[in-house]
Nanobody, 126 residues
Framework: VQLQASGGGLVQAGGSLRLSCAASGGTFSSFDMGWFRQAPGNEREFVVGFRRSDSRTYYLESVKGRFTISRDNAKNTVYLQMNSLKPEDTAVYYC????????????????????WGQGTLVTVSS
């Protein structure tokens, strides 16, 4: 399984971006998916996770109401719609997948995911 993230770029504060993460290989519909981000000098931070077994989503508190995860199983793609962007959202964004059956770790934990995309840079100017 490979993940290819895209859609990053430079946007002004208050603007929007939609990130995409296309999966190749495996059965995409069976994957739990997540988005993380890492700003310079910071650790990788959980942004949002989608648990396939009950279709629940979990968001970082600071992005609730602004970011939305969605997936299109027919296209093997997960999206992250980001609205009302703030300079503090600036980071490299990574998509991740858990492909090993029922997930037992917290979706917020990077170690729960076994496949990672290459990252896409989002820069929000003030």
């Amino acid at each position: 399984v490979q993940l290819q993230a895209s859609g990053g770029g430079l946007v002004q504060a208050g603007g929007s971006l939609r990130l995409s993460c296309a999966a190749s290989g495996g059965t995409f519909s069976s994957f739990d998916m997540g988005w993380f981000r890492q700003a310079p000098g910071n650790e990788r931070e959980f942004v949002v996770g989608f648990r396939r077994s009950d279709s629940r989503t979990y968001y970082l508190e600071s992005v609730k109401g602004r970011f939305t995860i969605s997936r299109d199983n027919a296209k093997n793609t997960v999206y992250l719609q980001m609205n009302s962007l703030k300079p503090e959202d600036t980071a490299v964004y990574y998509c991740a997948a858990h492909t090993g059956g029922r997930i037992t770790s917290s979706l917020r934990n990077p170690s729960a995911y076994n496949i990672w995309g290459q990252g896409t840079l989002v820069t929000v100017s003030s």
